[in-house]
Nanobody, 127 residues
Framework: QVQLVESGGGSVQAGGSLRLSCTAS????????MAWFRQAPGKEREGVAA????????YYADSVKGRFTISQDNANNTLYLQMNGLTPEDTAMYYC????????????????????WGQGTQVTVSS
């Protein structure tokens, strides 16, 4: 069983930056693929970035490409999301997620494909 705990959310003005963290209770096949999702009120959950933790390969949604960076610290079982150039449209609850996968299958940002989820951390961007 994998447990995920997010932190690092908060309020920031447009153009600012935040770094989210997600600590996993254990790394193994079940965390070969990890991702960040977000959900704004009244909207569907949206995948923003994924990583194949075995090799560090990354994949981004077009809406955040060039602004957000997903990374990992395997020594501390921690996933990060560095968010730069934030806009009010980035306001949402952000979730960390994990699933077992293989290298040819990491580019997936559909919430139904992920098995484990954190409780979420709120990001609010004001104009």
């Amino acid at each position: 069983q994998v447990q995920l705990v997010e932190s690092g959310g908060g309020s920031v003005q447009a153009g600012g930056s935040l770094r989210l963290s997600c600590t996993a209770s254990g790394y193994g096949y079940s965390t070969n693929c990890m991702a960040w999702f977000r959900q704004a009120p009244g909207k569907e959950r949206e995948g923003v970035a994924a990583i194949y933790t075995v090799h560090g390969f990354t994949y981004y949604a077009d809406s955040v490409k060039g602004r957000f960076t997903i990374s990992q610290d395997n020594a501390n079982n921690t996933l990060y999301l560095q968010m730069n150039g934030l806009t009010p449209e980035d306001t949402a609850m952000y979730y960390c997620a994990a699933r077992g996968c293989w290298k040819n299958d990491y580019r997936r940002l559909t919430s139904g494909q992920y098995t484990y989820w954190g409780q979420g951390t709120q990001v609010t961007v004001s104009s």
